[in-house]
């Protein structure tokens, strides 16, 4: 059983293309975090949300707590995006985390 | 400030031996982790503290042993390493249960 469902799991695009990754969630949560793994593997925060949108330069996250989904977009995308893209959210009861598996975005010039 | 830093970045081991993978952070954290990264998965936790001398097991805590003496370091223990523990680990840290984790740069294990 996942509590967190990514899709898709892959991406290719072009330079220059809007992008959108999807996330679902089953359990009660107090945040969901957006993480960016570059192929060195090292994991970096981009968003923390309870509510409603953050925009970081080209990038946007959304989140809707009643449909419990959230999205990560990335506008006029560049290969330097190209990266594993996780979901992961605090479940409201306790201090632990759970992640989705990653969508992977491979973006070509 | 060096955040979160881990060492080794890389291991092999054979089956039976024991190792100690460091984990330091200097943002005086409060809350530390321990998460195993696997082909196919999401990460998982294995242990977790929320302060100096409080430690508590995650999701797959068999087969790993923590303690917290001080808030900066957070060491995990692999007492008896078996190839199912052939993993890249990643240790993270945040202020308080509200705040952002940040993630050190990993420890790729290999367990023979």
């Known amino acids: 059983k996942n509590e967190v469902e990514q899709s898709p799991q892959n991406l290719t695009a072009q330079e220059g293309e809007f992008i959108t990754i999807n996330c679902s969630y089953s359990?009660?949560?107090?945040?969901l975090h957006w993480l960016q793994q570059h192929p060195g593997g090292g994991i970096v925060s981009l968003f923390m949300?309870?509510?409603g949108k953050k925009k970081h330069g080209r990038l946007i996250a959304t989140i809707n707590i009643q449909e419990k989904h959230s999205s990560l977009h990335i506008t006029a995308s560049h290969p330097r995006d190209s990266a594993v893209y996780i979901c992961?959210?605090?479940?409201?009861?306790?201090?632990?985390?759970?992640f989705g598996t990653g969508t992977s975005l491979t973006v070509i010039p | 400030n060096a955040g979160v830093t881990q060492t080794p970045k890389f291991q092999v081991l054979k089956t039976g031996q024991s190792m100690t993978l460091q984990c330091a952070q200097d943002m005086n954290h409060e809350y530390m982790s321990w998460y195993r990264q696997d082909p196919g998965m999401g990460l998982r936790l294995i242990h977790y503290?929320?302060?100096?001398?409080?430690?508590d097991q995650g999701e797959v805590p068999n087969g790993y042993n923590v303690s917290r003496s001080t808030t900066e370091d957070f060491p995990l223990r692999l007492l008896s390493a078996a190839p199912s523990q052939t993993s890249v680990y990643f240790c993270?840290?945040?202020?308080?249960?509200?705040?952002?984790?940040?993630f050190g740069p990993g420890t790729r294990l290999t367990v023979l």
């Open positions: 949300l309870s509510s």
């Open positions: 503290s929320v302060g100096a001398g409080i430690t």
């Open positions: 359990v009660g949560i107090s945040a």
């Open positions: 992961a959210v605090r479940i409201r009861t306790g201090n632990q985390f759970y």
């Open positions: 993270a840290s945040r202020r308080s249960a509200y705040n952002e984790q940040f």
